[in-house]
């Protein structure tokens, strides 16, 4: 069983920065692959970035080069380093974790940009 709590959503300038934290809990999430995926109102839920559990990392294309995600396995935290924010990055954004064979995900955390 994994729980996962995220923070650091809020509001933001166009051009900002942001960090978005994830808490996880678990003995085995170092296996496990994890993410941020958003939704905003109206629009299909989007896989941002995700990295491994070998450290590999993929970035959706309209984050590239803005955002970073990174992974504490001792402190069990997941990071998404946001920057150059756009008021369309405005969604709300969800941690998951996840193997071949389950899946998890946070409440989410609230990310608005204004422009």
């Known amino acids: 069983q994994v729980q996962l709590v995220e923070s650091g959503g809020g509001m933001v300038q166009a051009g900002g920065p942001l960090r978005l934290s994830c808490a996880a809990s678990g003995r085995t999430f170092g296996r496990y692959a994890v993410g941020w995926y958003r939704q905003a109102p109206g629009k299909e839920r989007e896989l941002v970035a995700s990295i491994s559990s070998g450290g590999s990392t993929y970035y959706a294309d309209s984050v590239k080069g803005r955002f970073t995600i990174s992974r504490d396995y001792a402190k069990i935290m997941v990071y998404l380093q946001m920057n150059s924010l756009k008021p369309e990055d405005t969604a709300v954004y969800y941690c998951?974790?996840?193997?071949?064979?389950?899946?998890?995900r946070g409440q989410g955390t609230q990310v608005t940009v204004s422009s």
């Open positions: 998951a974790a996840w193997t071949s064979t389950s899946d998890y």
